[in-house]
């Protein structure tokens, strides 16, 4: 079941369930393909959604997952967060082969916070930069409140360069692949390196 979070004169947010991770693998998968890929058959679109809602479903029980609907009910933006609890295999080390207590650190004080199945309708009239800035305050919150704590995350190089350019502080920790039709950089981020822009943009959590 949704549990309504927040509405803007165009939009709604809301945090969603297990019964909507279907939807959100849907949408984050057509949105990519859109997005980054001039051919593609149905049948790839089928398989690469049922990959994306097997792989959320091990993340379920952990999980905050937001999804932005417009006034007639459409999904136009999405985003997911978990905290690893050091067993379950990242998204990272699973495309990547990255461990982050081998590549950032192993103390027991730091946490770890996967960022992922970010995805927006750039075609539904709304300001794409409006809803990233809102979707990361959201999903950083827990961040932000832990300390010693980091973000991992999978990012398309486009978006990267936008995060840099808002103020996220990232760390490149790999080379780039090709994934779900696009460029994708391994990356994290301390809590120190997200403080800048969750300070600049928090308002837009307070004031929704």
């Known amino acids: 079941m949704e549990k309504f979070i927040a509405q803007t004169e165009s939009y709604t947010i809301w ?18 393909y859109k997005h980054h890929v001039g051919h593609y058959t149905d049948e790839e679109i089928q398989r690469e959604i049922a ?21 007639q009910g459409h999904i136009i933006g999405s985003i ?15 495309l990547f082969g990255i461990n982050p207590l081998t590549s950032i650190h192993a103390g027991e004080e730091y946490s770890y916070w996967h960022i992922g199945r970010f995805a927006i309708d750039s ?29 991992v995350a999978e990012t398309d190089s486009k978006l990267l360069k936008v995060m840099n350019a808002l103020g996220i502080q990232t760390t490149q920790l790999g080379e ?28 837009l959590r307070a004031a929704s």
């Open 123 to 151: 075609f539904a009239g709304i300001s794409t930069l409006t809803l990233f800035k809102q979707l990361m305050v959201y999903a950083i919150h827990p961040i932000i409140q832990t300390e010693q704590s980091y973000m």
């Open 51 to 71: 990959l994306v809602y097997q792989e959320e479903l091990l993340y379920a029980d952990t999980s905050v997952a937001f999804l932005v609907r417009n006034l």
């Open 15 to 32: 945090q969603i369930s297990t019964e909507n991770l279907f939807e959100l693998a849907e949408f984050v998968v057509r949105e990519n």
């Open 176 to 203: 780039s692949l090709n994934y779900l039709a696009s460029e994708t950089i391994p990356v994290c981020s301390s809590r120190e390196g997200l403080i800048p822009f969750y300070n600049r943009y928090k308002g």
């Open 80 to 94: 997911r967060i978990f905290k690893w609890d050091r067993h379950q295999i990242l998204p990272i080390q699973k």
